[in-house]
């Protein structure tokens, strides 16, 4: 058996890790919920693999091992990932960026055509047994805006580009070579986020979550959207305001929203999100297909090989600025 030992944190009644058997013939493996369920593992840990812990345990484990060269964070969101001793450290920190774009990219799709073709009024007039002819709209030819330019947003712009939609991004730096990607007719930095927004059918935010981008999309911004305008959220729900948001969908400022994520999960009974009519609501479940376990195990899998033959690792995080 290797000599690497692997702590693999879960949450409480979490067990269901695919590949577990594989990764045990690779490295020794100790699986746990809690901090006792490593004690006497922590001292000789090269490697945290963060698959359901919580942050508090993560935090505990990492403060206990002083050996480890490496933390590995099942999700892509790293709100149950970092912490200021960690972020001080010279541990790696990877994540599962990527893994579950793929996915992303079909729900924002899935929800321009919802509100494109109006499902919702299709649906409500068949299951009451009603014939209504009404217009759609064609998204060919329209603009969708993509706040957060990476590996979600990029599975984005490909499906929208393929839709014939104009596509135009935001992201932290724009760069002249990044003008020449093929999937975006024109990048916006941060300060020219209002003047985007302005221009977009469809707007698809799929940020971090960071002190940068808490509440980046609130009043300001849902003034200057288009009335017609449909808000996408697959990153994180604290990056909109979500006050902001209920207003402007209570008064009809904006057509929409299709939302993923929420301010709290799971979201609380009577929250207006439940009863408004022009929203579209994922229980943060639009990158769970049937193998999206399994894909995140591979990928931890293929890492430690990363590691063993020398070759850097992939999704290595920038911890200071949480993404």
């Avoid at 001080?88 to 994540?95: A, F, K, M, P, Y």
């Avoid at 799709?109 to 009603?130: C, E, P, S, W, Y």
């Avoid at 490909?158 to 990044?178: C, E, F, P």
Wanted: negative net charge; charged residues 20%.
């Amino acid at each position: 058996m290797n000599d690497t030992l692997v702590l693999v944190l879960t949450a409480p009644g979490d067990k269901d890790i695919p590949f577990l058997s594989e990764l045990q013939q690779a490295a020794t493996t100790v699986v746990g919920d809690s901090v006792q369920d490593f004690a006497g593992a922590t001292d000789n840990a090269d490697i945290i693999f963060n698959w359901s812990g919580s942050l508090a345990l993560l935090r505990d484990v990492f403060l206990l091992s002083p050996r480890l060269c490496w933390v590995h964070s099942r999700s892509a969101g790293l709100e149950q990932a970092l912490f200021p001793e960690l972020v001080d450290s010279e541990v790696i920190l990877t994540n599962g960026s990527g893994v579950f774009s793929p996915s992303l990219g079909e729900f924002a799709l899935a929800a321009i055509l919802h509100f494109a073709k109006d499902f919702r009024r299709m649906t409500r007039n068949q299951m009451a047994g009603v014939w209504e002819q009404f217009d759609v709209t064609m998204v060919s030819g329209q603009i969708a805006g993509i706040v957060g330019y990476g590996s979600i947003g990029r599975a984005i712009a490909v499906r929208a580009h393929a839709l014939g939609m104009k596509v135009l991004a935001l992201r932290r730096q724009v760069s002249r070579d990044s003008q020449g990607d093929p999937l975006i007719d024109r990048f916006y930095g941060r300060e020219s986020l209002a003047e985007m927004l302005s221009q977009c059918d469809y707007v698809a935010v799929s940020l971090p979550l960071t002190e940068r981008t808490r509440g980046l999309i609130a009043d300001a911004e849902f003034a200057v959207m288009k009335k017609d305008a449909v808000l996408i959220n697959v990153g994180r729900g604290p990056t909109i305001d979500e006050r902001a948001l209920i207003q402007a969908l209570s008064e009809n400022r904006i057509r929409g929203a299709a939302l993923d994520v929420f301010d709290r999960e799971p979201l609380p009974q009577g929250h207006p999100f439940y009863s408004l009519e022009n929203v579209l609501l994922s229980p943060h479940c639009a990158d769970h297909t049937p193998d999206w376990l399994d894909n995140a195990s591979r990928f931890f899998l293929a890492q430690l090989e990363r590691l063993r033959s020398g070759q850097p690792l992939l999704n290595v995080v920038n911890k200071r600025l949480g993404y």
